[in-house]
């Protein structure tokens, strides 16, 4: 099942109830977003309807719903705009836009570490949710690692995000961001799945890696593994990656900002975009 959030982007009163019309194909209500409560569908299978004690303001997240897309191309595909009205039958909102939702998991480099650059968990979770109208957004440990549903795209989600960083915290942090396909493929290419979730590391790069191989060669272990796959440097340290030379300088190696999350936090980030 497609995926779509619609938001409503003008109104001109504050109904009771509020209904969401005029698709083909069936549909049904998949989760409620911004305070809007779902209580069924109508008689029109096609619709669904809302309740809510809030004014409808502008950009208010309306409900996010799950459409059956019939083989034919009826309902959401292709659509670009719907009308909310009330239950009576008058407009309220009559520009709305439609998109596909993406769940990403973000990643923060250099955050909390070593009491600098201090963002408690907390905070970021609020931000993330007022920056993405997800109310569903998680944060996991205080190195910096959200999971969050976005209709926008990465681009302009990555500017949003660190801009409100920037503003919030007064720190300028990069922000990684991959869509759930891409993080299950950074796993996926993982050299030693075997193996023990904090003995391997995988650099995420900001740009592609320019592998300085003569130096890296001259720093590994015998025992470590290096694997490069697109814009991730896998690091195995088997002695710990606390003694490993090549895990100090692995950004100055990769010649590109970095931000390094070890094997266990990947798995539970994937995890918790299932969920």
Known sequence: MAQFILRAVKTDENPAFMKVGGFGGSACVDQHRGGLTAVGLDANPINAVAKTGKHLAANLPAIKLGWRISSSGTG???????DVITGHGSRVAHVAEAGKMTKYAGFLRGINVGGHRKIPMPDLRRLIIGKTSDPRARTYINSGNVVFASDR????????????????????????????????AV??????????GNLVYAYLCFDPPQMNKAEL???????????????????????????????????????????????????????????
């Open 76 to 82: 959401m595909g292709g659509a670009k705009c719907v």
């Open 187 to 196: 796993l996926a290419s993982c050299p030693a799945p075997a193996a023990a």
């Open 153 to 184: 795209d990465k681009a302009a989600l990555t500017t949003k995000l660190r801009t409100g960083i920037q503003e919030e915290f007064g720190l300028d942090v990069p922000v990684l961001l991959l869509t759930d396909d891409e993080l299950v």
């Open 217 to 275: 060669d001259g720093l590994q272990a015998a025992s470590e593994t290096v694997r490069v796959v697109g814009r991730t440097v896998w690091l195995v340290a088997p002695d710990g990656v606390g003694r490993s030379k090549l895990a100090a300088k692995m950004e100055k190696l990769t010649g590109v900002q970095v931000t390094a999350r070890n094997l266990n936090t990947l798995r539970k980030m994937v995890e918790m975009l299932d969920g």
